[in-house]
């Protein structure tokens, strides 16, 4: 097994993508499933991820990104999506769900669901979304992770018209708002941002112990 390391270093955020090397639909559903296993607050569904498969959409969005060709060249696009109207139905939904899964009853999980509509409740729509925005970079992290160990090239992207990629996407109309996006595939030999040293904050800089 790779280590997760030197996986991390191997890994970088990718500028060129090589438009001749596509990933099988094994590895995307590897990298899909790394996102759907990810954890969350609760546990709880707070976002979706749209697989961009319309190449026509795809030059539409890198229009809405300052052109950075990622979009367009990569082998899959992916984005992660906050729902904007989260509340009693998707907590009821998700509840339901644990219930199914564990073969628990519903009504032995009454004071979970009332902690998470509590929570849910106590806070405005924007600031759910913020929240929801937070498991989404987590499902992204653990993407990015599982993509430098399977040798996959990755992208994260925030540099972004989010307004522009929900009018593109029609995510309006399903209550979603594009928050984060990844580029996913093989880089370009012509990429010089491969062999660039990695920048990072020493551990001493990082690390305060207590
Ligand atoms: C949340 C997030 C958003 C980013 N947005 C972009 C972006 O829009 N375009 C881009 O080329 N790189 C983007 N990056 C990549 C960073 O610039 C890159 O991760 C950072 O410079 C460290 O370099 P490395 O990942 O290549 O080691 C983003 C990274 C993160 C984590």
Do not use: C
């Not at 790394?34 to 229009?63: D, M, Q, W």
Request: charged residues 25%; negative net charge.
């Amino acid at each position: 097994m790779t280590n997760i390391i030197d996986a991390l270093h191997w890994r970088y955020a990718t500028k060129t993508y090589d438009l001749t090397k596509k990933l099988d639909s094994t590895q995307v559903d590897m990298l899909i499933e790394s996102v759907r296993l990810s954890p969350a607050s609760f546990g709880l569904s707070t976002y979706k991820l749209i697989h961009v498969k319309n190449t026509e959409t795809r030059e539409k969005l890198k229009a809405a990104a300052w052109g950075q060709t990622q979009i367009s060249d990569a082998s899959d696009f992916l984005v992660f999506a906050a729902k904007t109207n989260l509340g009693e139905a998707d907590i009821n939904e998700f509840i339901n769900d644990v219930s199914e899964t564990r073969n628990v009853p519903v009504e032995s999980l009454t004071g979970y669901a009332d902690m998470i509509k509590g929570s849910v409740g106590s806070r405005s729509s924007e600031e759910n979304i913020v929240w929801a925005a937070k498991q989404a970079y987590i499902g992204l992290g653990i993407l990015l992770t599982a993509a430098a160990l399977e040798k996959i090239d990755a992208t994260p992207m925030e540099g972004f018209d989010s307004a522009q990629f929900d009018e593109i996407l029609g995510l309006s109309a399903l209550n979603l708002k594009s928050i984060v996006v990844v580029a996913i595939g093989y880089r370009s030999e012509n990429d010089t941002y491969s062999s660039l040293a990695k920048v990072r904050q020493s551990k001493q800089n990082l690390m305060i112990e207590k």
